[in-house]
């Protein structure tokens, strides 16, 4: 046991409200956990040291304004939060769902949120429960059966040097409906900050998902998306990780149906000393599911990536089909990728395939485009960047798209000239 | 415009090209033929500066450049242009990003202000069409999924943007049906202006049906063995490379 973690229990035993059942049930599993070591999997290319002998500062109330980093063109109801609640608002809550922040639920709403807080995540994730314990802030937003929300919903969690935050998401879309939820994260400021999102995706449901996990420098991220898909239903979600002192996603997503998909398609890109680690695992429990996975990372510098993309095959999930590909680009000498993609296959009838490379630019390429009278460095950069562009032009929001395409460029850039 | 003074080069060290000379001006059409693994494709290559082509002796100066001296990238900014056999798929990059980028550097190069989105898309789409592909091809990734006829289409696009001063058509003709044929042939003579040069390697004589050279000549071990008008390649469509003796016939089959 940590230091830090013997102080999340504290403060999760002391909080007394509403959600005190699930905070109760969370630290006492929290007290029961093994701190992690790098002898431990799920940690073993990402150590804790810098969380081990933090000390538990909730934010308070902020007191400047803090608005999350605009997207040009997107027309979005979006919410910030900075200091554990909102720091601005834009756009009005799409009409035809409910919308509801933890902190103005009714008692109807809590109930609702306390049936769903934690169905959907799994229990051993450490950071998961820590939000659990400690969750100050959240939003609940249910979609009624067979309603088409065009609006997208963006939740940003702004990093703050005025203490840590834990933000929590529940969506709950019914069968046939379908919505998009754009979440961020940003700052640098030196923080802890966990954001758990859980969503229910009812039978041919439809989610449009984003998960960008733009934390630098001092701010630490441990954030999790969990996916409960049923029949027939669609998820599409999009990342992208910078890298920070510790940055760490998880994404957990199960087939609670059949012929439901996900596509999953994930980018990084990492300089300096940045770590990020990308920890996803599909629970195929059902048959004639279809997973499509893709990640994509550039990593600069003396830079730290981290994936582990593992596809879990139950024994009856036949027909299933499975492909996860993780690509990797190294910039240094000195920058690491550990990547490892796991298939566990227990069905005989299925289709799946597995990979990871860490590329290199072809030769012919670029003697194309020098050919050209494009500058070396220049082509260099269309080359790399190339690599990933590929995936933000699949981001079925061109808004998002294009401004994704520009942040990352110009990040790239930045990497390249150092 | 391009003078080629004995040059000897080499890759792996294995000598390819053994004492070339060839003199071009301005305006002119060069057929370069000769059986397989004369050096016809490592004589662009050379010129355009691959890493790994070695040039050991002689000398190549376009337009009084001494272009051995140079980059890849500045050959092309002084005027080159290679035309691939087979163009390379570079997805993730757009072709319209590409051509962006390419015909820019070259209007830096000549002090000219860079075009703007709008007028660098009416230029691409009239190039475009003459070449007869489908506008949403500048949208897709550089050569990515292209048909062979497509690729040679997207080159010779290139050429009609960039408006190099020598082109080198590397086997331009090859893969292509009669109708693919047409446009690449028209796309080359909508060039010739008089003042661009050109030099056109081919394996067949049909080409040359279709681009009407001022000189033919075959290589042959890494050298220019003989030299003539566009009859030429005519005598070599009827009798093959006999006349270069009994080996080139066999590398031949």
């Given at each position: 046991m940590s230091q830090w973690l013997s102080e999340v229990i504290a403060e999760g035993q002391r909080q007394n409200d509403w959600l005190s059942g699930n905070r109760q049930q969370a630290t006492a599993a929290l007290a029961n956990v093994k701190w992690p070591v790098r002898r431990q999997e799920a940690w073993r290319f990402t150590p804790l040291v810098p969380v081990e002998k933090r000390t538990v500062s909730l934010a308070g109330p902020s007191e400047q304004q803090s608005t999350a980093p605009a997207i040009d063109g997107l027309d979005a109801y979006s919410l910030s939060f900075t200091g554990n609640q909102v720091s601005d608002e834009q756009g009005q809550v799409p009409e035809g769902l409910t919308f509801t922040l933890f902190s103005k639920a009714d008692e109807a709403q809590q109930a609702s949120i306390q049936a769903l807080l934690g169905q959907v995540k799994p229990s051993h994730h450490l950071f998961g429960q820590v939000n659990d314990a400690l969750l100050t802030e959240g939003v609940y937003i249910h979609v009624p059966a067979n309603t088409v929300i065009d609006t997208p919903i963006r939740l940003t969690q702004l990093a703050a040097s005025a203490g840590d935050q834990h933000l929590r998401v529940l969506v709950h879309i019914e069968a046939g409906a379908k919505v998009s939820v754009i979440e961020d994260g940003f700052g640098d400021a030196d923080s802890l900050n966990t954001f758990v999102s859980e969503y229910v995706l009812e039978a041919q449901a439809e989610l449009e998902h984003y998960r960008f996990a733009m934390y630098t420098q001092h701010a630490m991220h441990v954030g999790s998306c969990h996916f409960k898909v049923a029949e027939k239903a669609q998820l599409t979600s999009n990342i992208v990780g910078y890298g920070s002192v510790l940055s760490r996603l998880d994404v957990d997503v199960e087939y609670t149906g059949e012929f439901a998909n996900a596509n999953l398609n994930a980018i990084y890109l990492l300089a300096e000393g940045e770590l990020f680690d990308l920890h996803s695992t599909i629970e195929h429990?059902?048959?004639?599911c279809t997973t499509e996975e893709n990640a994509r990372g550039i990593v600069g510098d003396r830079a730290k990536a981290v994936f582990n993309g593992r596809i879990h095959i139950h024994r009856d999930a036949q027909k299933t089909l499975a492909e996860l590909n993780n690509r990797n680009l190294l910039l240094s000498r000195r920058a690491v990728v550990n990547t490892k993609p796991e298939l566990e296959i227990y069905a005989d009838d299925v289709r799946c395939a597995h990979g990871a490379t860490v590329a290199e630019i072809e030769e012919k390429a670029l003697y194309y485009l020098l050919t050209r009278g494009i500058s070396r460095s220049q082509a260099l950069i269309m080359l790399n960047f190339g690599f990933i562009q590929e995936l933000i032009t699949q981001i079925p929001n061109a808004a998002v798209s294009d401004w994704l395409l520009h942040r990352l460029r110009e990040r790239f850039v930045s990497m390249e000239v150092k | 415009m391009l003078s080629i003074n004995n040059l000897h080069a080499s890759v792996e060290e294995k000598q390819i090209i053994k004492g070339l000379n060839l003199e071009i001006k301005p305006g002119e059409v060069h057929a370069i033929m000769g059986p397989n693994g004369a050096g016809k494709s490592t004589l662009g290559y050379v010129l355009s500066g691959r890493d790994g082509y070695e040039v050991n002796d002689g000398s190549a100066t376009l337009n009084g450049k001494d272009l051995l001296e140079l980059e890849v990238e500045e050959r092309a900014r002084e005027g080159l242009f290679l035309a691939f056999q087979y163009p390379v798929e570079i997805p993730g990059v757009s072709n319209m990003e590409f051509l962006k980028e390419s015909v820019n550097a070259l209007r830096e190069h000549r002090g000219e202000e860079p075009l703007t989105a709008a007028e660098f898309l009416k230029k691409a789409k009239a190039a475009c069409k003459q070449v007869q592909l489908p506008l949403d091809f500048l949208k897709r990734g550089v050569n990515e999924g292209f048909s062979g006829g497509e690729k040679k289409r997207n080159e010779i696009m290139q050429m009609i943007l960039l408006e190099p001063s020598l082109c080198i058509l590397d086997e331009s003709d090859s893969g292509l049906d009669v109708d693919a044929l047409q446009v690449v042939a028209d796309g080359v003579n909508s060039q010739r202006d008089g003042e661009r040069s050109f030099i056109v390697v081919t394996h067949y004589q049909r080409l040359l049906d279709y681009i009407k050279p001022d000189f033919v000549h075959i290589l042959a071990d890494g050298k220019i063995v003989k030299s003539g008008d566009a009859s030429l390649a005519l005598e070599v469509e009827k009798s093959g490379y006999a006349f270069l003796g009994k080996a080139y016939e066999e590398s031949e089959a």
């Open positions: 429990a059902v048959p004639n | -």
